[in-house]
Protein backbone atom coordinates (compact mmCIF):
# COMPACT_ATOMS: atom_id res chain seq x y z
CA UNK A 1 0.00 0.00 0.00
CA UNK A 2 0.61 3.51 0.26
CA UNK A 3 0.33 7.03 1.66
CA UNK A 4 0.09 10.68 0.92
CA UNK A 5 -1.71 13.73 1.58
CA UNK A 6 -4.43 15.98 -0.99
CA UNK A 7 -4.15 19.53 -0.29
CA UNK A 8 -7.26 20.56 -1.00
CA UNK A 9 -9.63 17.56 -1.08
CA UNK A 10 -13.00 17.53 0.09
CA UNK A 11 -13.18 16.59 3.57
CA UNK A 12 -10.25 17.88 4.66
CA UNK A 13 -11.37 19.76 7.58
CA UNK A 14 -12.91 16.23 8.67
CA UNK A 15 -9.47 14.57 8.58
CA UNK A 16 -7.60 17.75 10.22
CA UNK A 17 -10.43 17.28 12.80
CA UNK A 18 -9.75 13.92 13.60
CA UNK A 19 -6.05 13.78 13.47
CA UNK A 20 -6.35 16.90 16.02
CA UNK A 21 -8.45 14.69 18.62
CA UNK A 22 -5.97 12.07 18.88
CA UNK A 23 -3.49 14.53 19.33
CA UNK A 24 -6.17 15.84 22.20
CA UNK A 25 -6.22 12.37 24.01
CA UNK A 26 -2.77 12.27 24.31
CA UNK A 27 -1.28 12.28 27.88
CA UNK A 28 -0.60 15.64 29.51
CA UNK A 29 3.36 16.44 28.48
CA UNK A 30 3.26 13.34 26.21
CA UNK A 31 5.44 13.87 23.13
CA UNK A 32 3.80 13.88 19.80
CA UNK A 33 3.77 10.63 17.55
CA UNK A 34 6.32 10.11 14.37
CA UNK A 35 5.27 8.92 11.46
CA UNK A 36 6.38 5.44 11.77
CA UNK A 37 4.30 5.51 15.43
CA UNK A 38 0.94 6.55 14.26
CA UNK A 39 1.76 4.36 10.99
CA UNK A 40 2.34 1.55 13.25
CA UNK A 41 -0.41 2.69 15.50
CA UNK A 42 -2.89 2.39 12.64
CA UNK A 43 -1.57 -1.20 11.29
CA UNK A 44 -2.63 -2.31 14.71
CA UNK A 45 -5.65 -0.48 15.12
CA UNK A 46 -6.35 -1.96 11.54
CA UNK A 47 -5.23 -5.52 12.50
CA UNK A 48 -7.84 -5.91 15.57
CA UNK A 49 -10.95 -4.53 13.65
CA UNK A 50 -11.16 -1.25 15.23
CA UNK A 51 -11.15 0.90 11.76
CA UNK A 52 -12.25 4.36 13.17
CA UNK A 53 -8.72 4.39 15.20
CA UNK A 54 -7.77 3.16 12.61
CA UNK A 55 -8.58 5.84 10.21
CA UNK A 56 -7.56 8.76 12.95
CA UNK A 57 -4.14 7.10 13.41
CA UNK A 58 -3.17 6.95 9.48
CA UNK A 59 -4.53 10.54 9.49
CA UNK A 60 -2.23 11.75 11.93
CA UNK A 61 0.56 9.89 10.28
CA UNK A 62 -0.67 11.89 6.64
CA UNK A 63 -0.25 14.98 8.99
CA UNK A 64 3.50 14.58 8.50
CA UNK A 65 3.55 13.04 5.18
CA UNK A 66 1.20 14.38 2.45
CA UNK A 67 2.10 12.32 -0.49
CA UNK A 68 2.90 8.99 1.49
CA UNK A 69 1.72 6.54 -0.85
CA UNK A 70 1.38 3.93 1.93
CA UNK A 71 -0.81 6.27 4.03
CA UNK A 72 -3.11 7.00 1.61
CA UNK A 73 -3.45 3.60 0.11
CA UNK A 74 -4.40 1.97 4.00
CA UNK A 75 -6.34 5.18 4.13
CA UNK A 76 -8.65 4.39 1.38
CA UNK A 77 -8.84 0.36 2.22
CA UNK A 78 -9.86 1.29 5.88
CA UNK A 79 -12.45 4.33 4.80
CA UNK A 80 -14.14 2.15 2.07
CA UNK A 81 -14.52 -0.82 5.04
CA UNK A 82 -15.49 1.45 7.63
CA UNK A 83 -18.09 2.87 5.82
CA UNK A 84 -19.47 -0.57 5.35
CA UNK A 85 -20.25 -0.71 8.93
CA UNK A 86 -22.06 2.87 8.57
CA UNK A 87 -25.02 4.39 7.55
CA UNK A 88 -26.77 7.40 5.60
CA UNK A 89 -24.93 10.91 4.99
CA UNK A 90 -22.28 9.66 7.26
CA UNK A 91 -21.46 6.17 5.23
CA UNK A 92 -21.25 8.24 1.83
CA UNK A 93 -18.63 10.66 3.40
CA UNK A 94 -16.52 7.98 4.21
CA UNK A 95 -16.72 6.23 1.26
CA UNK A 96 -16.32 9.70 -0.28
CA UNK A 97 -12.65 10.14 1.90
CA UNK A 98 -11.89 6.87 0.64
CA UNK A 99 -12.14 7.53 -3.28
CA UNK A 100 -10.47 10.71 -2.29
CA UNK A 101 -7.28 9.60 -1.17
CA UNK A 102 -7.02 6.76 -3.34
CA UNK A 103 -7.25 9.81 -6.03
CA UNK A 104 -4.22 11.03 -3.97
CA UNK A 105 -2.77 7.75 -4.07
CA UNK A 106 -2.80 7.74 -7.59
CA UNK A 107 -1.30 11.25 -8.18
CA UNK A 108 1.27 10.86 -5.75
CA UNK A 109 2.80 7.34 -7.50
CA UNK A 110 0.72 6.78 -10.87
CA UNK A 111 2.95 4.35 -11.77
CA UNK A 112 2.13 2.16 -8.58
CA UNK A 113 -0.61 -0.49 -8.49
CA UNK A 114 -1.40 0.33 -5.10
CA UNK A 115 -3.50 2.93 -5.71
CA UNK A 116 -5.49 2.54 -8.82
CA UNK A 117 -6.63 -0.71 -7.02
CA UNK A 118 -7.43 0.93 -4.07
CA UNK A 119 -9.39 3.17 -6.46
CA UNK A 120 -11.05 0.79 -7.86
CA UNK A 121 -12.32 -1.08 -4.56
CA UNK A 122 -13.40 2.03 -3.24
CA UNK A 123 -15.54 3.39 -6.60
CA UNK A 124 -16.80 -0.24 -6.04
CA UNK A 125 -18.35 0.27 -2.40
CA UNK A 126 -19.23 4.13 -3.49
CA UNK A 127 -21.46 2.52 -6.68
CA UNK A 128 -23.53 0.59 -3.69
CA UNK A 129 -25.33 3.82 -2.62
CA UNK A 130 -26.15 5.01 -6.05
CA UNK A 131 -28.72 4.70 -8.41
CA UNK A 132 -28.82 2.39 -11.45
CA UNK A 133 -27.63 4.83 -14.28
CA UNK A 134 -24.86 6.40 -11.68
CA UNK A 135 -23.71 2.94 -11.19
CA UNK A 136 -23.02 1.95 -14.69
CA UNK A 137 -21.72 5.40 -15.29
CA UNK A 138 -18.80 4.08 -12.08
CA UNK A 139 -18.57 0.89 -13.72
CA UNK A 140 -16.37 2.33 -16.49
CA UNK A 141 -13.87 3.83 -14.54
CA UNK A 142 -14.04 0.45 -11.88
CA UNK A 143 -12.95 -1.49 -15.07
CA UNK A 144 -10.67 0.83 -16.23
CA UNK A 145 -8.69 1.28 -13.11
CA UNK A 146 -8.52 -2.77 -12.58
CA UNK A 147 -7.37 -3.24 -15.89
CA UNK A 148 -4.41 -0.64 -15.25
CA UNK A 149 -3.76 -2.35 -11.74
CA UNK A 150 -3.14 -5.54 -13.41
CA UNK A 151 -0.97 -4.51 -16.53
CA UNK A 152 1.30 -2.86 -14.02
CA UNK A 153 0.97 -5.77 -11.38
CA UNK A 154 -0.70 -8.95 -12.56
CA UNK A 155 0.60 -10.52 -9.11
CA UNK A 156 -2.03 -8.23 -6.95
CA UNK A 157 -4.73 -10.71 -5.55
CA UNK A 158 -7.42 -7.58 -5.08
CA UNK A 159 -7.24 -6.49 -8.31
CA UNK A 160 -8.44 -9.93 -9.56
CA UNK A 161 -11.47 -9.72 -6.82
CA UNK A 162 -12.24 -6.36 -8.19
CA UNK A 163 -12.13 -7.87 -11.89
CA UNK A 164 -14.07 -10.54 -10.70
CA UNK A 165 -17.28 -8.54 -8.97
CA UNK A 166 -17.06 -6.33 -12.06
CA UNK A 167 -18.38 -9.12 -14.12
CA UNK A 168 -20.67 -10.50 -11.75
CA UNK A 169 -21.77 -6.98 -11.00
CA UNK A 170 -22.17 -6.73 -15.19
CA UNK A 171 -23.28 -10.32 -16.12
CA UNK A 172 -25.99 -9.76 -13.61
CA UNK A 173 -27.93 -7.07 -15.35
CA UNK A 174 -31.52 -7.05 -15.05
CA UNK A 175 -33.47 -5.52 -17.78
CA UNK A 176 -34.00 -2.53 -16.51
CA UNK A 177 -30.20 -1.83 -15.68
CA UNK A 178 -29.40 -3.03 -19.22
CA UNK A 179 -32.51 -0.19 -20.57
CA UNK A 180 -30.17 2.18 -18.23
CA UNK A 181 -26.72 1.21 -19.70
CA UNK A 182 -27.97 1.38 -23.23
CA UNK A 183 -28.55 5.13 -22.21
CA UNK A 184 -25.51 5.66 -20.01
CA UNK A 185 -23.16 3.57 -21.45
CA UNK A 186 -24.33 3.31 -25.05
CA UNK A 187 -24.80 -0.82 -24.08
CA UNK A 188 -23.39 -3.41 -21.84
CA UNK A 189 -19.75 -3.29 -21.73
CA UNK A 190 -18.01 -6.06 -23.71
CA UNK A 191 -16.82 -9.02 -21.98
CA UNK A 192 -18.70 -9.16 -18.40
CA UNK A 193 -19.45 -12.95 -18.12
CA UNK A 194 -19.78 -15.50 -15.12
CA UNK A 195 -17.02 -17.30 -16.91
CA UNK A 196 -14.27 -14.61 -16.63
CA UNK A 197 -15.60 -14.11 -12.87
CA UNK A 198 -15.25 -17.58 -12.40
CA UNK A 199 -11.37 -17.18 -13.79
CA UNK A 200 -10.78 -13.90 -12.07
CA UNK A 201 -12.15 -15.18 -8.81
CA UNK A 202 -9.42 -18.27 -9.14
CA UNK A 203 -6.27 -15.85 -9.97
CA UNK A 204 -7.50 -14.13 -6.72
CA UNK A 205 -7.54 -16.84 -4.45
CA UNK A 206 -4.31 -18.45 -6.47
CA UNK A 207 -2.84 -15.44 -5.44
CA UNK A 208 -4.00 -15.02 -1.90
CA UNK A 209 -5.43 -18.31 -0.86
CA UNK A 210 -6.20 -17.65 2.89
CA UNK A 211 -8.31 -13.97 2.03
CA UNK A 212 -11.37 -15.33 3.36
CA UNK A 213 -13.67 -12.68 0.86
CA UNK A 214 -12.16 -14.03 -2.01
CA UNK A 215 -13.73 -17.41 -1.11
CA UNK A 216 -17.17 -15.91 -0.08
CA UNK A 217 -17.30 -13.87 -3.00
CA UNK A 218 -16.52 -16.87 -5.42
CA UNK A 219 -18.74 -18.93 -3.48
CA UNK A 220 -21.82 -16.49 -4.01
CA UNK A 221 -20.63 -16.86 -7.68
CA UNK A 222 -20.59 -20.91 -7.99
CA UNK A 223 -24.23 -20.63 -5.69
CA UNK A 224 -25.50 -17.95 -8.34
CA UNK A 225 -24.40 -20.62 -11.63
CA UNK A 226 -26.21 -23.27 -9.82
CA UNK A 227 -22.83 -25.71 -8.81
CA UNK A 228 -23.64 -26.35 -5.23
CA UNK A 229 -20.95 -28.85 -4.39
CA UNK A 230 -18.56 -26.09 -5.38
CA UNK A 231 -20.18 -23.13 -3.57
CA UNK A 232 -20.20 -25.33 -0.40
CA UNK A 233 -16.25 -26.02 -1.20
CA UNK A 234 -15.57 -22.47 -1.03
CA UNK A 235 -17.86 -21.26 1.37
CA UNK A 236 -16.70 -24.07 4.18
CA UNK A 237 -13.08 -22.48 3.52
CA UNK A 238 -14.26 -19.20 3.75
CA UNK A 239 -15.68 -20.34 6.97
CA UNK A 240 -12.91 -21.90 8.38
CA UNK A 241 -9.76 -19.60 7.59
CA UNK A 242 -8.22 -17.66 10.07
CA UNK A 243 -10.03 -14.49 10.59
CA UNK A 244 -6.64 -12.40 10.17
CA UNK A 245 -7.05 -11.37 6.48
CA UNK A 246 -9.23 -8.09 6.39
CA UNK A 247 -10.54 -6.20 9.41
CA UNK A 248 -13.88 -7.50 7.73
CA UNK A 249 -13.07 -10.78 7.88
CA UNK A 250 -15.88 -11.70 10.66
CA UNK A 251 -18.58 -10.14 9.02
CA UNK A 252 -17.07 -12.34 5.46
CA UNK A 253 -17.06 -15.50 7.76
CA UNK A 254 -20.55 -14.77 9.23
CA UNK A 255 -22.22 -14.43 5.28
CA UNK A 256 -20.15 -17.31 3.79
CA UNK A 257 -22.54 -19.28 7.24
CA UNK A 258 -25.48 -17.96 6.37
CA UNK A 259 -25.31 -18.89 2.67
CA UNK A 260 -24.34 -22.00 3.85
CA UNK A 261 -27.31 -22.48 5.47
CA UNK A 262 -29.25 -21.94 2.50
CA UNK A 263 -27.49 -24.36 0.18
CA UNK A 264 -29.40 -27.59 -0.91
CA UNK A 265 -28.36 -30.64 1.68
Known amino acids: MTSERAPGRPGLVRAAALAAAIVALAPSGAAARTFEEALAQGDQQ ?6 P ?3 AAYLE ?3 D ?3 DLVVLCRL ?3 ESELAELQKGDEQRRTRADAVGHARAAIKAAPDSAAGHVWLAVALGRQALSEGPKAKLALSREIKSEVD ?3 AIDPNVGRAWH ?3 MWN ?3 ASLNAFERMAANAVLGGVPKGASFENAEKAFQRAIQLEPEYVNHRLEYGRLLHAMHRDADARRELEKAASLPPTSDALDARYQAEARELLGKLPK
Not at 46 to 51: E, G, I, N, V
Open 46 to 51: YTQAHL
Open 53 to 55: QAQ
Open 61 to 63: ALG
Open 65 to 67: SAS
Open 76 to 78: ART
Open 148 to 150: RAI
Open 162 to 164: VAG
Open 168 to 170: VKL
